[in-house]
């Protein structure tokens, strides 16, 4: 999840596909029922889920484009409103697509820090006339598409660590801010900040150890490279705001925690898979708690 601030070198392309699950405890009847007796606002689901399919190519050795498609999904929707449990399903279709520029700035060499500039759009290519399944169209906040036009900007570093002991392990972060404009049913979904922070340590292979069974030097005659990654993802949203009059029952801060493993088959091939749980879960207004999340990628070089 984390970008870094390294760019692609120059013609270098990367086609990948990922997938991000998030669940959640959603609430049962009789919760809902109590909500409903309270008269209070308050939303409802079991998980989201997005698949991505992304692009990545370098225009020069210091500036790569990133091009990204969303499959969006949300399940199992319902929310309460006047005393009144509404119940939408689920919401399934393509998301909005977005295109990045991530600008590589000169190596701080005396400290072997690496630093990038992002800017970006994302576009309104996304369903914004899903049903619920008594054929009512699904309020804004909870179609795949925001229908609105969204600046993208923010900043990536990496640090590398060439000490004889910490020569394994690199260091990256970035912040990535999203400036929601007003959308389909005159609705902004409201700005959202990204802030990741990543820990990645390659596995020594050339040292006999008691893990070479765990991560094999080769794998069906091909050569690997293992890495041990942590990682702290966080996503903050501003309140949602339909005709100009925000809901108490939307936005918030969500940080996970997610540990894993990363495998790249002779530099060609890059595999990584990502669990973990949350750190902080300060959503807005009455929502289910957030439960594990599962990431998945794929990439491959050319």
Do not use: C
Not at 195 to 202: E, W
Not at 207 to 218: A, L, R, T, V
Request: glycine share 8%.
């Amino acid at each position: 999840m984390t970008m870094p601030a390294y760019t692609l070198p120059k013609g270098k392309f990367v086609l990948s596909t990922g997938i991000n699950y998030q669940n959640y405890d959603e609430f049962t009847i009789s919760q809902m029922k109590a909500i409903n007796r309270r008269g209070i606002h308050a939303h409802s689901n079991s998980a989201t889920m997005q698949v991505s399919a992304n692009l990545l190519y370098g225009i020069t050795d210091d500036l790569s484009v990133i091009i990204s498609y969303p499959f969006q999904s949300n399940f199992n929707s319902q929310y309460t409103y006047e005393g009144f449990t509404y119940d939408e399903d689920d919401s399934i279709g393509l998301g909005d697509m977005s295109i990045m520029l991530k600008y590589q700035l000169p190596e701080i060499e005396k400290i072997n820090l690496h630093t990038a500039l992002i800017a970006g759009l994302e576009f309104p290519t996304g369903f914004t006339n899903e049903k619920d399944k008594d054929g009512y169209r699904l309020s804004a906040d909870h179609q795949p598409g925001s229908g609105s036009w969204d600046p993208l900007m923010g900043i990536a570093i990496s640090k590398n660590f060439k000490s004889e002991k910490l020569e394994d392990l690199s260091l990256h972060s970035n912040i990535l801010y999203k400036l929601s404009n007003q959308g389909s049913q005159n609705t902004i979904v409201g700005d959202i900040v990204n802030f990741n922070l990543a820990a990645n340590y390659i596995i020594d292979q050339e040292q006999p150890n008691k893990f070479q069974k765990i991560f094999p030097k080769e794998i069906l005659g091909q050569k690997t490279r293992w890495s041990l990654v942590s990682e702290i993802n966080s996503m903050w949203q501003e309140k949602t705001a339909y005709d100009g009059i925000k809901d108490d029952a939307h936005g918030g801060l969500l940080i996970n925690w997610m540990n894993g493993v990363k495998l790249a088959i002779e530099d060609k091939i890059i595999l990584g898979f990502l669990a973990g749980f949350p750190l902080i879960n300060d959503l807005n207004g009455v929502r289910p708690e957030a439960g594990f999340n599962l990431i998945g990628t794929i990439g491959f070089i050319f």
